[in-house]
């Protein structure tokens, strides 16, 4: 029998050897248990963290103190996470932004990717898998999902993807995709499938 040889844990120590010297990390979100507890495991695994809880404060704390690392949630309470990115990059271009999104937002993660973020993460997303995209290198790639989406969940998220372009139109976006419009009233209002 073949033993499989498993890799050594990264230790707290190791994570902020592999930040950096610059451990700045913006968090911006309106789930304020979700930030407080994502808060709490960065500053565990080496970063300086500030947060905020809306557009504006992320955009006014990018700009007094532009981060090294960022995690922006897309939606917010008063706009779109878009706007801190912009903000961000307007002031500082080697920041590492990690981009959260619930379900739906894929479209919209794409275009937080061109505008400079490394990658998005569906949410929940946990510390781990935050840091991982976070000190991630260039060239590096990502390990598959071991639960990959199912089918069913690829076709919302392209007819959310369709819908997002459309911005939000029914109509437009049943005709594009080539639908019904009461069915793809019908899918939208339900909850996305595992």
Known sequence: MIEKSTPAPITHAAEADLIGPDKSLLIVDDDTAFLRRLARAME???FAVEIA??????????????????VIDLRL????????????????????????????????????VKLGALDYLAKPADADDILAALIQRPGER????ENPMSADRVRWEH???VYEMCERNVSETARRLNMHRRTLQRILAKRAPK
């Open 77 to 112: 309470g008063d706009g779109s996470g878009l706007d801190v990115i912009e903000a961000i990059r307007g002031r500082r271009d080697d920041t590492r932004m990690i981009v959260l999104t619930g379900y739906g937002n894929i479209a919209t993660a794409v275009n937080a």
């Open 159 to 161: 007819i959310q993807r």
């Open 44 to 46: 565990a695994r080496g």
């Open 142 to 145: 990502v390990e598959p999902p």
């Open 53 to 70: 809880e809306s557009v504006a404060e992320g955009i006014a704390k990018a700009k007094t103190r532009p981060p090294k690392h960022a």
